[in-house]
């Protein structure tokens, strides 16, 4: 919108005000005008008397400010508020088009009925958003050239309890690499389908999963300059395994962008139930035990597609020990005065040679090593010992409390015996027998 004189004119009013004065003026000729405009001669001269008799707010249109004919009246926008506040309340605008055309013979589009709620400040039910429009992406033409994790909480077992299925799924030719079950997502869960598909097939190049706190920490958009200049961004329990691995993590920015694995879900959630229900299958351990042949003897036979080429991507994985050592939980802990270190609460004392203790310094570093088969290692010294728990000191005994006449509690007072040299102790009173005895009466005086 632009301001002209006072008056608030859209950009293409702007320019024919302008043009018009310059006709006025006699700067331009009627007929040029007209061609800038693509108008008549004959508008023109109407434009231009229209200027002289009503200046610039000649050239506005007449219908500014006034009402439409073809809008809807005051009473049926009353009449159609009142049904959504009562009768139809919580009914979407598409339904609630329907429905006053079927009983009252009104027909208004949803849009219409969302814009009288909207004056009338009431919430939209079932709001409609029109779809994102996305790109198709090509599927990757190699075996292992990205692969796609994510997990699914779903009632499995028909139990009314949810668990959570880990997943990872080849983009180049939809096979399911490997599959398992936990209570919840978590970062062992994905260790555990991680570990499946280096024994199977090895390292893929690329891995592509959301943006969970268990793939991308928090902190890395959060940089300071100086972690910026440094590359010196955190990195996850995950993301460690995944560089040491050699393979490169992406972000998805949507679930539609890992469209793969979220429609396996779909049919894992139609099929893999009823093969847990036909297999009696109740419990996590048993499912984890048909889920280990599923993909193979299963599911990528009948859905799985060859690659668009032969060779594979896929690298050999580093070997056993290595591996078990690398998909693990790494917590850093500093060493107590008394040669153990706290871990969830618990005290853990190191286990060298002779199954003794080891003794350490006070604040020394020491690196946690959590097992996927829950296993504690300790790192010191490049030295790999085992942990045991160390059983605390029951806490001592508290004084007992007693309560005062006011109601508030104090503690005992701790009842102090004399010492033997005490005055109390040297000069006792006489009896009372030995008193009356001198008197002579037996009474005092």
């Not at 009632?155 to 096979?175: K, M, N, P, Q, S």
């Not at 889920?291 to 690298?315: D, I, M, Q």
């Not at 015996?417 to 009896?431: F, G, I, L």
Request: hydrophobic content about 35%.
């Amino acid at each position: 919108m632009t301001t002209r004189r006072d008056l608030l004119m859209k950009t293409k009013e702007a320019r024919r005000l302008g043009l018009v004065e310059e006709a006025v003026a006699g700067n331009l000729t009627v007929q040029e005008v007209a061609d800038r405009l693509g108008l008549s001669r004959r508008q023109v001269f109407r434009l231009k008397r229209r200027y002289r008799e009503e200046g610039a707010q000649g050239l506005l249109h007449k219908g500014r400010g006034k009402p439409s004919r073809r809008r809807i009246s005051q009473e049926t926008r009353d009449f159609v508020v009142s049904l959504a506040k009562g009768l139809y309340r919580d009914t979407s605008c598409q339904h609630m088009a329907e429905l006053l055309a079927e009983e009252h013979d009104l027909v208004l589009s949803a849009k219409s009925i969302a814009r009288f709620l909207r004056a009338e400040n009431l919430s939209l039910v079932h709001r409609h958003r029109a779809p994102k429009r996305r790109s198709r992406r090509v599927r990757r033409s190699r075996r292992g050239d990205l692969v796609q994790m994510d997990a699914s909480p779903f009632d499995w077992f028909e139990i009314g309890e949810r668990c959570t299925l880990h997943g990872v799924i080849d983009d180049a030719t939809g096979e399911v690499l490997g599959l398992w079950m936990a209570r919840n997502e978590c970062l062992f869960g994905y260790f555990r389908v991680l570990r499946q598909m280096l024994d199977r097939h090895g390292v893929p190049r690329e891995l592509y999963a959301d943006r969970h706190t268990i793939f991308l920490s928090p902190k890395s958009e959060k940089l300071t300059i100086k972690e910026e200049l440094e590359d010196s961004a955190p990195v996850t329990q995950f993301g460690r395994a995944l560089e040491a691995l050699g393979t490169r993590y992406v972000p998805a920015g949507s679930p539609q962008a890992k469209g793969r694995i979220e429609r396996l879900w779909g049919t894992l959630q139609d099929r893999l139930v009823v093969a847990f229900r036909r297999a009696g299958v109740k419990t996590i351990e048993e499912a984890n035990v048909l889920l280990a042949a599923y993909p193979g003897e299963v599911h990528n036979p009948r859905f799985a597609r060859p690659p668009a080429e032969g060779a594979s991507a896929f690298l050999p994985p580093p070997d056993g020990p290595a591996l078990d050592l690398l998909l693990t939980r790494q917590t850093d802990r500093k060493a107590s005065g008394d040669s153990t270190i706290s871990l969830d609460g618990k005290q853990y004392a190191l286990i060298g040679p002779r199954r003794r203790p080891l003794l350490l310094a006070r604040g020394q570093a020491v690196k946690v090593i959590e097992k996927l088969d829950g296993k504690l290692l300790a790192l010191v010294h490049d030295g790999l010992y085992d942990l045991a728990a160390v059983d605390k000191e029951p806490p001592a005994t508290p004084p007992p409390v007693i309560e005062t006449k006011t109601g508030t509690p104090c503690k005992t007072k701790k009842q102090r015996k004399p010492a033997a040299d005490h005055p109390w102790r040297q000069n006792p009173a006489p009896p009372a027998a030995a008193v009356g005895t001198e008197q002579g009466t037996g009474s005092p005086p």
